[in-house]
């Protein structure tokens, strides 16, 4: 049985540049947790046996100027040819060849594939021989479809094709090297080793295996939940079985907290303080972007701007001293007022008609997305001066903004009403 293990999206050396300012102890262990999850990918490796490791792109954050993340990838590579283990790897949008990259000796078990037209390399283990194919991007925005280029392989042996691609429609990342299952399926592999999608995806179980790990270590509040690779064990009429591993040193979660009941600041304080507590106890440093939801009085306070600043910088301060860290990220408000807004939505009156229109807004993904799509653009400017990108314009957040203009603008008009 041939064992290896399958990884991608490390991101080594992502910055977290926004977190520095208000939290330098919390962005000092998020800056620490790429590495971190590659050194959990070693020990994994060693542990479970591997016969090799394949990082799928995107292992480094940024192709030039990041000498660390490549040191570190070494060191890595070093360590795991220590143990008789392969690694191989072929670098993606983030990490592509370029001119300016750091020149480095790789040590021998470790292969780095170029852009060019590529050979198998066949790695001999004890159960058994595996042929890899790989390419590396040569430029950051690669629009060839990549999977193409990758050409038939050796009947007999197990063979494996190593790409950074936007496999089918993906969402939320830029289509590079995009490519479809069915020309992965039309190369004639056993398993596609696929790296750029961050969330963990199997596209199919076998013949041929075709599956994204997602990142080692999430990287963004909406990166949620435990993240790691996959460790891949082939028995002898080439059936892969596919586990996944978790490798994250830091876990960002999203926590609903309903305030429907509630009466007093207090409570709220307490309800949030008591999820913390319990995140505390899961033993791995949490970021936690809460989402308050429900129905009450204390829709008032979570609508009040200040009010919802200082719970978050209370919160913050409690969290981040701790050990380990759970870390506010935000409170986000999905509450809504104290009245039965069904009933209203019914009424024939002005509020009817508005509550009515935002519901119309709200159910259409499509104009969600374009009303997302044009706030992005009109924001640009303004969006890149405070270091952010314009994909920061989600339909998710559009969704949230709308659902608070909803709660705001049907708030004034029932006061106008009284
Ligand atoms: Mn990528």
């Not at 480094?60 to 000498?67: K, M, P, T």
């Not at 040191?71 to 983030?94: D, M, P, T, Y």
Request: aromatic share 6%; net charge negative; charged share 25%.
């Amino acid at each position: 049985m041939v064992r290896f293990i399958h990884a991608s999206d490390l991101h080594l050396g992502a910055a977290f540049e926004g977190i520095w300012a208000t939290s330098p102890e919390v962005a000092e262990v998020l800056a620490r947790s790429t590495y971190d999850a590659l050194d959990a990918i070693v020990k994994l490796a060693r542990d479970e046996s591997a016969a090799f490791v394949l990082l799928a792109g995107d292992t480094c954050n940024r192709a030039e100027g990041n000498l660390r993340a490549h040191l570190a990838l070494r060191k890595a590579a070093r360590e795991l040819q220590e143990s008789g283990i392969a690694l191989f790897i072929v670098f993606g949008n983030h990490d592509y060849l370029a001119p300016g990259r750091p020149d480095l000796d790789w040590p021998e078990n470790c292969t780095v594939f170029g852009s060019d037209a590529s050979e198998p390399v066949i790695v001999s283990t004890d159960a058994g021989e595996a042929a890899v194919f790989g390419l590396s991007y040569g430029r950051r925005d690669e629009k060839q479809n990549l999977a193409l280029r990758y050409p038939a392989p050796p009947g007999d042996l197990f063979s494996i094709g190593l790409l950074h691609t936007a496999c089918g429609p993906v969402s939320g990342h830029a289509s590079y090297a995009p490519c479809t299952v069915e020309d992965l399926v039309a190369r004639g592999y056993d398993y596609w080793a696929l790296g750029h999608v961050h969330a963990r995806a199997v596209l199919r179980p076998s013949s041929p295996a075709i599956a994204y790990p997602g990142n080692p270590q999430g990287l963004n509040p909406n990166e949620t939940g435990p993240r790691g690779c996959l460790l891949v064990s082939v028995d002898d009429r080439k059936n892969p079985t596919i586990e996944f591993r978790e490798t994250d040193a830091v876990r960002w979660c999203i926590e609903d907290v309903d305030i429907t009941g509630m009466q007093r600041d207090q409570d709220l304080q307490d309800a949030l303080e008591a999820r913390l507590t319990e995140l505390q106890g899961h033993g791995r440093p949490s970021l936690v972007r809460f989402r308050l939801v429900g129905r009450g009085p204390l829709h008032r306070l979570t609508s009040a701007t200040s009010d919802l600043s200082d719970f978050e910088e209370h919160l913050r301060a409690s969290g981040s001293g701790a050990h380990p860290i759970v870390w506010t990220e935000s409170i986000r408000v999905l509450t809504q007022p104290d009245m039965d807004m069904e009933a209203r939505r019914q009424s024939e009156d002005l509020l009817g008609d508005f509550l009515r229109i935002a519901d119309d807004l709200r159910s259409s993904d499509e104009r969600i997305a374009e009303l997302a799509a044009k706030l992005a653009g009109e924001a640009k400017k303004p969006l890149q001066e405070i270091g952010l990108d314009a994909a920061w314009i989600g339909p998710e957040r559009v969704r949230e903004w709308l659902a608070q203009a909803e709660w705001m603008g049907a708030d004034r008009l029932i006061r106008a009403e009284d």
